[in-house]
């Protein structure tokens, strides 16, 4: 369950921190779900709290989300300067704008690229998206009915593909996602420690089941937090309600690094 005092103990660890790291996961954490998913904006604080965690530079701020990086780049305009970590870890931008991209094994390209040829078959291609490493099939917005329908019909046809330990099947916030078993967003949090000052407070927010390879990354070495309006079970040690509490939470760590 969550640990209130975890919190208020890494609150107070920020104030005398001479660096901190703030890892945030994108949609469901510092954006409201849209079903046009080209419009889901970051909530209206996040953007002018980041830039100016940024501009103080005692806290290092990374994106972590399934999405390409070119998206959230988007979505979060006009921020910019800072790390991101796409398609679960297998793009990375740095702050100079330098980019690089995971290769994916031949065999898990021939694997997905079946699977997407399935999905062309199944006359499910409006509901795709294909991105670096991975195929996504989204049914937000639609009845409960519909979205079991097309969940088992996806699942079923793309059993024996993911059955590949190249692969992976994710459910996520109103989706199923086959992609590459490595890297996820795990590999991207124990990259960002390794280089990190062992003793600066770092904290990854993030709100879905693909959160929960960070929030194991992380655990006892940072504070992770569960962002979702209800409580699941998860590894998180802390829960925050979006928006308001969210904020909140982000505003004590520009006050503390201030």
Not at 51 to 63: F, H, P, S
Not at 223 to 251: H, K, M
């Amino acid at each position: 369950m969550p640990d209130s005092k975890a919190l208020s103990d890494f609150l107070d660890r920020l104030r005398p921190a001479p660096a901190s790291v703030l890892l945030l996961d994108y949609d469901g954490t510092l954006a409201p779900f849209r079903v046009e998913r080209d419009r889901a904006y970051p909530y209206p604080e996040v953007v002018p709290i980041i830039e100016q965690l940024v501009d103080l530079g005692k806290t290092r701020v990374v994106i972590i989300s399934g999405r390409p990086v070119a998206e959230v780049k988007d979505l979060l305009h006009p921020l910019s300067g800072i790390e991101m970590w796409g398609a679960h870890g297998l793009e990375r931008v740095m702050p100079d704008g330098s980019y690089h991209r995971s290769s994916i094994p031949r065999d898990a390209a021939d694997l997905l690229a079946q699977a997407h040829k399935w999905v062309m078959n199944a006359k499910l291609t409006p509901l795709a998206e294909i991105k670096p490493g991975g195929i996504a099939i989204h049914w937000r917005g639609m009845s409960k009915a519909e979205a079991e329908s097309i969940e088992a019909r996806v699942t079923e046809g793309w059993m024996a593909i993911a059955r590949s330990p190249e692969l992976k099947l994710l459910k996520f916030e109103s989706g199923v996602e086959l992609r590459v078993s490595r890297p996820d967003k795990g590999d991207a949090v124990a990259a960002v420690l390794s280089e990190s000052d062992p003793a600066a407070p770092i904290a990854y927010l993030g709100d879905d089941l693909t959160d929960e390879d960070s929030f194991h990354a992380l655990n006892g070495r940072g504070l992770t937090i569960l962002v979702r309006p209800e409580y699941r079970s998860t590894a998180a040690q802390v829960w925050l309600r979006p928006p308001r509490e969210l904020i909140e939470f982000l505003q004590q760590w520009l006050r503390r690094m201030g």
